[in-house]
Structure formats: C-alpha cells, structure tokens
C-alpha cells in the first residue's frame, strides 16, 4: 500500500517504544520529546527527521527523558540564599516589597503554599540589613555598616520572623549603603556566617537603592573580582545595581542559566521575587 506517496508532502513520525503521554507507545509529547517529519520523495519515504526522543536527565528544569519528571534522580534541590539588603533612608518602599516577598518564598506550610512548601523545603536564608543605624551584631564597633539578622537559618525561622525583620529595617534605617563593601567583607570572611562552612549551594542577593558606600579603599574592581571567584554560584541583583559594567566584566551578558555558572538576573522591585526563584531554582540539583 502506498502509504506516504499519496500527494501529500510531509507526514509525521514517531520513534516506536516511546510513550505520548496517553499510553500509546509510539508518538511522545511529553518532556522534551517531540515527533518528527517523513518525507516523500519519488515513491520512497525519508528517514524520520527533527525528532526529539528521550536523552539523559540533566539539571536543568527540563523533562529530558520524557517521563514526566523534572530532573528527578538528581538529589534533592538545596542551597543558601543570601541577601544584602540595603536598607538605608530612601529605601523604605522597596524593603517592604523585598520583606512581602521574602516571607512569601519562605512558606513551609503545604495546606497554605503547597507548590513552594514543596520545593523550597531544603533552602537555607542568610540575611545582612546593611546601612542600619547600629549593630547590635558581633562588630558592635562599626555600627553604620551592616547588621546580620539571619544566618543560614531555615526558611520556617524566615517566616516566622519576616515582619520583624522589616520592622528593624524600617525602625533603624537612615546610615549609608555600604553593600560594596559588604559583599567585599563577606568573601574575605571579615563578616562571620555559618555559610562558609557549608557545603550548599550559594545564590547570592543584592538588593541595593543607590550607588554603593565604603569606610575602606575600594574600587568597583575591587568587588568585581570578588564577585568574580568561586563562592558564589549564581548572583542576583536589582535594578539600581550596575547591570551593565558587572555582566560584561564577567562575561554572562544576556546568557542563560545553562551558558553561565554564576547567573546574574537583573530583578526589579515590580517583578516577584518568587518568580525569580523559580529561575533559578533548579541550579540547585546535584
């Protein structure tokens, strides 16, 4: 039976002992998987080309085997998120948008937030208000650079206490934005956290508002090659942060999470920032 030469010019094919989401062992549409295209050329068909069949799972958000599962196999996601946030004088909007969001990305209730109680569960949160009014923190003599409020602490402690977290902010805000400098201090382990220790994963955070201060000699240089090495592994910052100049300097300009070991997403406070996460969660995988 002719069944391909028939004047039409194309039909599609499928590899054999692929499921397609309905049972059938043929066609495949789910995951990446994708038919192909035959073609009929004088009476004799092609070969089934363009198809996508099932690959080995990566860790990339991706259905690569076409199971219905999303990098499973791969160990659970887990990993340290850790936030400068500035929360100088003119800051005071923008520290309530972070704070909202921040407790909403911390749920750990599933009857409330099942989808993110689900997929956050092994994320750990560092917290560093910078520009605060004092420290009541281990370097009480440097009182307008930073104050640690979290460290590497659950996300159930996140939530709970996310509004008195804000409260702080808004209560002793009004000293400089020293998140410069802070990002310097924290890879040189001048500022203490428990996150230097762990094996986790680190994303890191800048939510700044304007240009960055410092008390010490420091050039933008300076922080580029700080952010530059390998305690990082992806890096998050917001609008005000010099997109730019720091994406060039390390060569991730407009690539994806795939392309680029250390990310760089240019969040704003009108986006969410659990939509953000969601990017970038899956860097996480082992």
């Known amino acids: 039976m002719d069944e391909y030469s028939n004047g039409t010019i194309a039909e599609v094919c499928y590899s054999p002992g692929y499921p397609n989401g309905n049972g059938v062992q043929n ?8 038919p192909g295209i035959k073609y009929c050329q004088s009476g004799t068909e092609t070969s089934c080309m363009a198809e996508i069949i099932p690959q080995e799972e990566l860790c990339n958000g991706l259905d690569d085997d076409c199971d ?32 909202n969001d921040l407790k909403e990305i911390s749920c750990y209730d599933e ?15 560092t917290i560093l208000l910078v520009g605060t009014k004092f420290s009541p923190g281990p370097i009480p003599d440097q009182p307008n650079l930073f104050t640690i409020v979290l ?24 000293a400089n934005e020293y998140y410069y ?88 406070y009108n986006s969410s920032l659990r939509d953000e996460l969601a990017k970038i969660i899956n860097t996480l995988c082992y």
Not at 27 to 34: A, E, L
């Open 27 to 34: 066609g495949n549409f789910i995951g990446v998987c994708r």
């Open 68 to 99: 219905g599962k999303v990098d499973e196999g791969l160990g659970e996601k887990e990993g340290n998120l850790i936030f400068i946030i500035d929360a100088s004088g003119s800051n005071s909007g923008n520290l309530n948008a972070i704070f």
């Open 111 to 125: 009857s409330v937030c099942p989808e993110i109680a689900k997929a956050n569960k092994n994320l750990t949160f």
């Open 151 to 174: 460290d590497t602490a659950p996300r159930e402690r996140l939530h709970d206490n996310a509004d008195y977290f804000k409260d702080y902010a808004f209560l002793n805000n009004g």
């Open 181 to 268: 400098e802070t990002l310097y201090k924290l890879f040189n382990e001048e500022i203490p956290l428990d996150f230097y220790q762990n094996k986790e994963k680190r994303i890191l955070f800048m939510i700044g508002n304007e240009s960055g201060d410092t008390t010490i000699p420091l050039t933008q240089s300076d922080v580029v090659s700080v952010i530059d090495r390998s305690l990082w592994d992806v890096f998050v910052f917001n609008e005000n942060f010099n997109y730019s100049y720091y994406k060039n300097i390390i060569g991730c300009d407009n690539k994806s999470i795939n392309d680029c070991n250390r990310f760089f997403i240019n969040w704003n």
